[in-house]
């Protein structure tokens, strides 16, 4: 008892001071409902708002969470660059990866410069590597998102009222829906994929470059790019340390149809940072 006379004074500055301070919509109500013990837990839980505010990610809902409309981009991680002093892997390295005969170093290749010049803001941002991808998404106020959840966003219609073209309840073949066509693929995904290509002038072995976000249709979910433009990462195996190889959904400007397929995942080297593999963010409610 005498612990509890003790702790009301304390309890009722802190409360004042922290709700006084708190930016976060839901962290009064949070503060409300806890005990002292566990005000710390209450305080340091919830993603902060001005992070998600910073990352300026335009979430879609997804059954049971939210997942980014489009892949990351070079503004968005510009955003978290500037707020955290991130170097990446690609850039204390001299450049990122590209495949030709083999994993080729590019000098000067990097989310900044994917092909060797400044990318726009709305180019993804790629030559990031898993732990950078993941540390971004930690910063937004989310986490790259699991297997399961990237497979179910990328080929399960789940809005109520989806768009004309798309029907509730209906897994399709392509995040694109039943076809290929829309997507920043190769060959295989429309003539507009080689006018949407941005390379900047570099001479590729292969392909046409990626397409700016939302240059391509949203699709699946209202998502964009779930299918090719760029490979993404995601957290699989789940909660793997070190370099072991994770998980990459979705195909790229490098690859046909093929790889847009649930059943084609491929895995790289968690340190690897290359042209053609970028990452977008999920979050749970």
């Known amino acids: 008892m005498q612990s509890d006379r003790l702790s009301r004074p304390f ?13 976060r ?12 013990v566990l005000l710390a837990a209450c305080y340091f839980a919830a993603p902060s708002a001005a ?12 059954d049971n969470f939210s997942i980014a409309r489009t892949e990351t981009t070079v503004a ?3 955003r978290f660059v500037a ?15 590209v495949y030709e005969a083999g994993f080729v170093k590019k000098p000067g290749w990097t989310w900044r410069t994917p092909f060797g ?5 709305d180019e993804p941002a790629v030559h990031v590597n898993f732990s950078e991808a993941q540390a971004f998404c930690r910063w937004a106020g989310g986490s790259l998102p699991t297997d399961a959840q990237w497979v179910s966003a990328a080929y399960t ?10 029907i509730a309840g209906r897994t399709y073949a392509y ?15 429309g003539p507009a994929a080689r006018d949407r290509g941005v390379a900047q002038g570099a001479r590729l072995s292969r392909g046409h470059g990626h397409a700016r976000v939302t240059s391509t249709p949203p699709a699946v979910n209202g998502l964009h790019d779930m299918g090719a433009n760029a490979w993404e990462w995601v957290d699989e195996p789940a909660g793997s340390t070190g370099n072991t190889p994770r998980r990459t959904r979705g195909g790229s400007w490098w690859y046909g149809q093929g790889p847009m397929r649930a059943d084609q995942p491929q895995e790289k080297q968690a340190d690897m940072a290359v042209v053609y593999i970028g990452f977008r963010c999920a979050r749970n409610l």
């Open 83 to 97: 707020a955290t002093k991130t170097v990446t892997q690609a850039e204390r390295d001299g450049g990122g990866l």
């Open 157 to 166: 219609e789940q809005r109520s009222q989806p768009a004309p073209g798309f």
């Open 175 to 189: 995040p694109t829906g039943d076809t290929p066509a829309g997507a920043q693929c190769l060959d295989d995904c």
């Open 117 to 121: 010049k400044p990318a726009a803001d």
């Open 51 to 62: 992070q998600r505010g910073a990352a300026a990610v335009d979430w879609q809902r997804v």
């Open 11 to 23: 309890v009722g500055q802190t409360l004042q001071l922290l709700t006084r301070s708190a930016t």
């Open 76 to 78: 968005q991680f510009s």
């Open 25 to 36: 919509p839901a962290f009064t109500p949070c503060i409300r409902r806890q005990h002292v």
